[in-house]
């Protein structure tokens, strides 16, 4: 027993590199994810901006200090164009991106559109890879594979896999608008994966990675992506006209905790705006001096209202040039109201 220990060191020691064990084929899956990555991860950048007077002189875009705030995009079109989240870009005076292959060129905004926390960048190169195939967000499942390729911490074509695990979610914008039928996933997205894509097992384009849901700013198995249908109305917008038109008809409404106070179900109008469609069409705001309880819009086409996020994802889709049918509750009476959907831009 003592001689026990010396006998495994003499005759059962590997002093030599061990034989390699051959392995099986892939799995499936695994092949589905390699293939995946190899044939889209070319088509995702490294953006960084910079505030300030500084400049980037050479340096690599995912320097994080002097001021740089960075992010992920991918090409959109040959033509140079990079899709990305608004808010990487917002308040930089200098863009630089970094592609695949290590090459460094400087980026010019085309558009930005921060209700939907999107922007178009566009650069100049010579050796651009092929834009990425674009799929569809309207037919997506809760449960179906999702795929994300990004920067995060700086780190490069890092890529995470997880499920869809909801849909139709709501999600805050910088300037108060909410961006709606959201794609939650639990793949890892992380601060660097900011405006990079989601993708489905097709390799296609299904959302713009863009916050994640965690109060510590990591990964808390929660993610959220702007759905590749909008990101397919609004891109083209930004490079036609470098905006995207805000569809509205001129009211300020209710928060919700007014209408449930009041014990109405439906959007409660407060004002119209003077010269506006509301106004034109005879929508009615609240009688303060009398007291009284303005229109409430119960139903846009058909469908029901019961917050402004329900008008404004109407509003979206019959878009501006268009009339919408409003449905409107008025003291005890139901009455309909034709309005026409203008850009109110800035405006209520």
């Known amino acids: 027993m003592l001689a026990q220990p010396w006998l495994q060191q003499q005759f059962y020691s590997a002093t030599t590199p061990r034989a390699i064990e051959p392995r099986g084929s892939l799995a499936e899956w695994e092949r589905t994810t390699i293939e995946i990555f190899n044939r889209v991860s070319p088509s995702v950048v490294q953006v960084a901006g910079r505030a300030g007077g500084d400049t980037f002189a050479g340096a690599d875009p995912d320097e994080q200090n002097g001021g740089a705030q960075t992010g992920t995009g991918f090409v959109w079109d040959a033509a140079g164009h990079i899709v990305t989240n608004a808010h990487v870009v917002q308040g930089a005076t200098e863009i630089a991106v970094r592609l695949a292959n290590g090459d ?164 409660v109008v407060v004002r119209t705006v003077p010269g506006s469609p509301a106004d034109r069409a005879g929508l009615r705001g609240v009688d303060r001096m009398g007291g009284v309880v303005g229109d409430v819009i119960v139903a846009c086409n058909g469908e029901p209202v019961r917050r402004l996020v329900d008008l404004s994802e109407q509003l979206e889709q019959v878009g501006v040039g268009n009339r919408i049918e409003l449905t409107v509750l008025r003291g005890d009476r139901t009455v309909k109201l034709s309005v026409d959907v203008v850009d109110i831009g800035g405006r209520p």
């Open 104 to 267: 460094v060129a400087r980026a010019t905004v085309r558009g930005i559109a921060p209700n939907y926390d999107l922007a178009v960048l566009n650069i100049s190169s010579r050796a651009l890879p092929p834009p990425i195939p674009i799929g569809s967000s309207a037919d997506l499942q809760v449960g179906q594979a999702a795929y994300a390729i990004g920067n995060p911490f700086g780190l490069d074509q890092s890529l995470t896999t997880g499920v869809i695990s909801a849909l139709k979610r709501r999600l805050p914008t910088q300037t108060g608008r909410e961006i709606t039928n959201v794609i939650q996933t639990d793949a890892a997205i992380n601060p660097g994966n900011s405006g990079g894509p989601l993708l489905d097992s097709a390799g296609r384009l299904i959302g713009v990675n863009t916050a994640i849901f965690s109060p510590s700013g990591s990964n808390a198995g929660i993610g959220f992506a702007v759905p590749v249908d909008t990101v397919n109305r609004v891109v083209p917008a930004l490079i036609r006209n470098g905006r995207v038109p805000t569809p509205g008809i001129g009211i300020v409404a209710a928060p919700e905790s007014i209408a449930t106070r009041l014990g109405v179900e439906g959007l």
